[in-house]
């Protein structure tokens, strides 16, 4: 069983680890498809994707990207980060591909509306 003491220090804004582990305990498959990236989630707010994006990819807003209102604009990703990004993000988010190359991706993520 995991200590959840050595885990107090790595928090960075997190609400609690033993929240986490207590979810965890409860959930152990729904947990593991996340971290596998096989689960999809189905609303995200900005403050949330924001959060994402920080935490999945080191994005830093205002470095990495900007916040536009109803946009997360001019973000870049490798191909195989973004291909992976596409499977997890919310339905109401869409990507706008603005550049591709052979190694990267630059795309806004714009609010869409669901219905």
């Not at 596409?86 to 993520?109: C, G, M, P, Q, R």
Request: aromatic letters at 14%.
């Amino acid at each position: 069983m995991c200590r959840v003491s050595f885990f107090q220090s790595c928090g960075n804004g997190l609400p609690d680890w033993e929240t986490l582990f207590s979810y965890y305990e409860k959930n152990k498959t729904g947990v593991k498809a996340i971290i596998a990236d096989e689960y999809e989630i189905t609303f995200l707010t900005k403050g949330t994707l924001k959060r994402l994006l920080s935490l999945k990819y080191q994005l830093v807003e205002g470095r990495d990207f900007e916040d536009r209102g109803e946009v997360l604009g001019t973000i870049t990703l490798s191909k195989e980060s973004f291909h992976s990004f596409t499977s997890i993000l919310a339905k109401n988010w869409t990507f706008v591909v603005l550049e591709e190359n052979t190694y990267n991706v630059i795309f806004d993520i714009k609010l869409s509306v669901i219905d």
